[in-house]
């Protein structure tokens, strides 16, 4: 059911605040963030939904963050899906890899917290934060 002609419909976010969206999102909760970007929670899936506006203030999806893994096997994924995706930034302004044919929609991180360690102590040494700048 749609709350307006052209099928868009409004939705809360934790804050109070009304959004609309181009089409029905099934969300649990949704939060707005201070750049007006909206996440979607979906607990029993592990997921996140992202939400941006178009030029007239409607919300369309960009893409979901999944989480995988367990505390059994400890082989946990980060999952990032994409239809909108234009560039993957690697490592640091040099590492930009081009969508440039719409070929790339799924990027998966495996996550080991051993290497947060090998990290930390290697930016420390290098006195770098390795942050995208």
């Known amino acids: 059911m749609s709350d307006f002609d052209d099928g868009s419909v409004l939705k809360e976010a934790v804050s109070g605040k009304w959004y609309r969206f181009a089409k029905q999102d099934r969300s649990t909760m949704l939060m707005d963030l201070p750049n007006g970007v909206l996440l979607g929670f979906h607990m029993s899936r592990n997921m996140v939904e992202?939400?941006?506006?178009?030029?007239?203030?409607?919300?369309?999806?960009?893409?979901?963050?999944?989480?995988?893994?367990?505390?059994?096997?400890?082989?946990?994924?980060?999952?990032?899906?994409?239809?909108a995706l234009k560039q993957v930034h690697i490592g640091s302004k040099n590492g930009v890899v081009e969508n440039t044919f719409n070929e790339i929609s799924d990027i998966r991180a495996f996550v080991d917290l051993n290497e947060k360690d090998k990290w930390w102590s290697k930016a420390l040494d290098s006195g770098s934060n390795n942050t995208f700048e």
């Open 50 to 83: 992202v939400f941006v506006p178009d030029e007239h203030d409607i919300y369309h999806r960009a893409g979901d963050l999944t989480f995988t893994g367990s505390k059994q096997d400890k082989d946990y994924s980060i999952n990032l899906k994409s239809e």
